[in-house]
């Protein structure tokens, strides 16, 4: 069952976002219609932005993360808020290759790795922080750990897994992000280093029907494991026919003349959910009508 947890550890100085995101992982992969490479990639940039979303407070805060390393996925952007609600696209749904040396889903393979991953925080302040690092390897849990690190300052561990199953649908996706607060003990980063070293993957213990808290409670036992808050990651998308007729209008009153006179009608796609928008000669000879009035 999806779950989003915030908890801490060793008395505070440890702080852990963890999250379970099997169903809404499928659910994006399965309205995008995904092949399993482009589904990994997807899957990891959208339980990062659930992930990071969730550290937000305010409803209308939101964080965008987006990775484009020059590969055949063309990209990958999605945006967070608050209780760990995100949406977001792979710009080429059908990017795929063979599995990698380690026998699985190159993820790195289709993201690239020239090019940068970027966050833009928008606390509703006059101008969103946008901040980026180069891509380190691509698989996104090491660029995202390597963002907060280098730009952040924030030594973090970060592990993201999806895992595909033989159909396309997605068995068990999850993830989660550790970090060390200011002050704390630099031997306690060595120590959960090690101990993540030590156990088998986030994906290995979804695998085998462990809960996302199951996996926290095994990780930091004996550590002071103080779980804070529980919820339940959603996708989520904010489009209306009003705004894609906004979007429509944009071309200008000239292109928006052209389709009238082909006689054509118009089809929009929302980026985010897939949604299809239909607007036919009249609605067009409409939204004319009202640009000009
Ligand atoms: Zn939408």
């Known amino acids: 069952m999806d779950k989003i947890i915030h908890a801490t550890a060793q008395g505070g100085g440890v702080r852990i976002v963890a999250a379970e995101t099997t169903a809404l992982v499928n659910e994006a992969v399965t309205r995008h219609n995904t092949m399993p490479t482009a589904s990994a990639a997807y899957g990891r940039m959208l339980t990062a932005g659930a992930l990071m979303g969730s550290m ?15 590969g055949v996925s063309g990209g990958v952007l999605v945006t967070g808020r608050a ?5 977001g696209y792979i710009v080429n749904p059908d990017a795929d290759l063979p599995q990698n040396a380690q026998g699985k889903l190159d993820v790195s393979g289709i993201i690239g790795i020239n090019g940068k991953f970027t966050v833009i925080t928008d606390l509703g ?33 970060v592990a993201l897994g999806v895992l595909v199953d033989v159909d396309g649908s997605i068995q068990k ?20 280093t090690y101990r993540l070293e030590e156990i088998p993957s986030l994906t290995t213990f979804l695998r085998d029907g462990n809960s996302i808290v199951e996996i926290i409670q ?14 339940t990651p959603e996708l989520y998308c904010d489009c209306t026919r009003e705004r894609v007729e906004k979007a429509l209008i944009s071309i200008g009153e000239k292109d928006l003349q052209h389709l009238y006179d082909d006689n054509k009608s118009e089809e929009l796609i929302c980026h985010f959910c897939n949604t299809k ?5 009249e609605d067009i000879g409409r939204l004319l009508k009202e640009i000009r009035s």
């Open 56 to 70: 937000l407070k305010g409803a209308q805060d939101s964080v965008t993360l987006q990775i484009n390393g020059g």
């Open 83 to 87: 209780g760990g609600r995100v949406k």
């Open 125 to 157: 302040m006059k101008e969103p922080y946008v901040s980026s690092t180069p891509i380190y390897t691509g698989e996104i849990a090491e660029d995202l750990a390597y963002f907060y690190t280098v730009s952040e300052q924030t030594p973090s561990a």
């Open 173 to 192: 996706a999850g993830g989660f992000i550790i970090q060390m607060l200011p002050g704390a003990d630099e031997m306690l980063a060595d120590l959960i």
């Open 218 to 231: 095994y990780i930091f036992e004996g550590m002071d494991l103080n779980i804070l808050s529980e919820g």
């Open 277 to 281: 928008y239909d607007f036919t000669h």
